[in-house]
């Protein structure tokens, strides 16, 4: 499971309000990435992180931002929480010599 | 933007058929990843195929990537229930600084019938 940890793992949250998601890894990757997914969807990218402080966008960045203080940790946050923002959200590493990735448990996320 | 379609949607067989998923793109792929997902968990990798025409095996699982590296199947043989999940489709873009990022296709429910 590459040692992947996601917190909460649910939430139940209001329109409006700041939450923030954390992903925690132990096996000192450098290369993590958070995802949406929804029905029909499949997977998409919100944001990624190639190193301690280095991110960038993905394909459905806008409402989101994050941060990676540290290598094992990479968190998520909804500055101001919308209903379409209601989703699962997975994180990912990147195992880089088989560049391969491997996802976290989840969080369900529900915006009323 | 590169782009996956995977098909079929949604697949219900009965236990014992055989099935194949589909996904398909207009854009070259340095690698194709496939996944399965169960409800309430995050995706499991199946297999990472790389090489244009590579077939690989996985117990009654079958995995193909195209000649020209654009598409993929995944063939399972005699379903059985406890393949039912969400199958997807990811795809490494190739060229330049890519990061490792994914490219998903929309997934497949697969519902297998006792």
């Known amino acids: 499971d590459a040692g992947i940890t996601q917190s909460p793992r649910h939430k139940v949250t209001e329109t409006g309000t700041p939450v923030t998601l954390r992903c925690h890894q132990t096996?000192?990757?450098?290369?993590m990435y958070w995802y949406r997914q929804d029905p029909g969807h499949g997977l998409r990218l919100i944001h990624y992180?190639?190193?301690?402080?280095?991110?960038d966008k993905g394909e459905v960045s806008d409402g989101y931002s994050v941060s990676r203080s540290k290598t094992e940790d990479f968190l998520l946050t909804l500055e101001s929480a919308t209903s379409s923002q209601t989703s699962v959200y997975f994180c990912?590493?990147?195992?880089?010599?088989?560049?391969?990735?491997?996802f976290g448990p989840g969080t369900r996320l529900t915006v009323t | 933007t590169q782009l996956l379609e995977q098909s079929p949607q949604f697949l219900s067989i009965q236990e014992g058929e055989n099935l194949t998923v589909y996904c398909n793109s207009s854009?070259?792929?340095?690698?194709l990843q496939w996944y399965r997902q169960e409800p309430g968990e995050g995706p499991v990798l199946l297999v990472t195929?790389?090489?244009?025409?590579e077939v690989k095996k996985l117990k009654r699982l079958t995995f193909q990537f195209g000649d020209a590296r654009k598409d993929s199947s995944l063939h399972i043989t005699a379903a059985q229930p406890g393949d039912t999940g969400l199958y997807l489709c990811?795809?490494?873009?190739?060229?330049?600084?890519?990061?490792?990022?994914?490219?998903f296709g929309q997934g497949t429910i697969l519902t297998v019938h006792p």
């Open positions: 990912a590493v990147l195992v880089r010599g088989a560049y391969e990735q491997y």
């Open positions: 096996e000192n990757h450098r290369y």
């Open positions: 992180s190639y190193g301690v402080k280095d991110t």
């Open positions: 854009s070259v792929f340095s690698s």
């Open positions: 195929v790389v090489t244009g025409g």
């Open positions: 990811a795809g490494r873009n190739a060229g330049g600084t890519s990061y490792g990022k994914l490219t």
